[in-house]
């Protein structure tokens, strides 16, 4: 099996873009009043020791689910695959966690909803390219 490494720093790159709209504008305040961040904590945190792993991460998680997509499928095909990754597996994953943990479900239509759109990304943009 072939990785298409162009494709997987596409893919990797987007989930940077669709975090600073998701985490932004869609549902930023929601989401740090619901984890308890502040713009004052954001401000402090060190952002190369934050982006630096989260790329790294989000590099391995695209290798990792292009070789579970393969070759032969188009893009259509390669988001369908990625909504129910991110629905089933990732954001069903979180549900667990935070029904034991008791934490709200706004916060996990937040994350879980985050995952699913960008393993739906992944999925296209893995199969597309």
Request: hydrophobic share 55%.
């Amino acid at each position: 099996m072939e990785i298409n490494w162009i494709a997987v720093l596409v893919a990797s790159v987007s989930a940077f873009i669709l975090g600073g709209i998701w985490y932004g504008p869609l549902f930023g305040k929601k989401w740090m009043e619901l984890v308890g961040m502040t713009e004052e904590k954001i401000k402090d945190g060190n952002m190369a020791m934050i982006y630096g792993p989260v790329l790294i991460i989000n590099i391995f998680a695209c290798a990792t689910f292009s070789m579970f997509l393969g070759n032969e499928i188009d893009w259509q095909t390669g988001a369908l695959y990625g909504f129910t990754a991110g629905l089933f597996w990732v954001a069903g994953a979180f549900g667990v966690q935070y029904l034991f943990e008791r934490r709200p479900l706004s916060l996990w239509l937040i994350n879980g909803g985050y995952n699913i759109v960008q393993f739906t990304l992944f999925g296209a943009i893995l199969a597309g390219l």
